[in-house]
């Protein structure tokens, strides 16, 4: 098992920058991929970003390409999510997620395990 706590959200103006930090737990840190998602109201949860184990490949969704920075210190069981340029339409609340298979599943329902979320919101 691994649990999974987020934090670092917050009320941003547009512009502006955040971190979240996803701390784990239960299980070696090294033996999953991680990754964030998001979901703003009304709407699916999406995939956001992905990091494998060694934290030397990742992915992003176009969205946030070139804004979002995924990292992870395996010597703290931490993951991030730097955020800068933030938009209005990056508000939701973000979710790490974790999985013991290779890489992170861009469907939600893949994944083994997820924080309670995080909220973001950017105004105007």
């Known amino acids: 098992q691994v649990q999974l706590v987020e934090s670092g959200g917050g009320l941003v103006q547009a512009g502006g920058s955040l971190r979240l930090s996803c701390a784990a737990s239960?299980?070696?840190?090294?033996?999953?991929?991680m990754g964030w998602f998001r979901q703003a109201p009304g709407k699916e949860r999406e995939f956001v970003a992905a990091l494998n184990r060694a934290g030397s490949t990742t992915s992003y969704a176009d969205s946030v390409k070139g804004r979002f920075t995924i990292s992870r210190d395996n010597a703290k069981n931490t993951v991030y999510l730097q955020m800068n340029s933030l938009k209005p339409e990056d508000t939701a609340v973000y979710y790490c997620?974790?999985?013991?298979?290779?890489?992170?599943?861009?469907?939600?329902?893949?994944?083994?395990?997820w924080g309670q979320g995080t909220q973001v919101t950017v105004s105007s």
């Open positions: 997620a974790a999985r013991s298979a290779g890489w992170i599943s861009y469907n939600p329902m893949d994944n083994d395990y």
């Open positions: 239960g299980r070696a840190f090294t033996t999953i991929v």
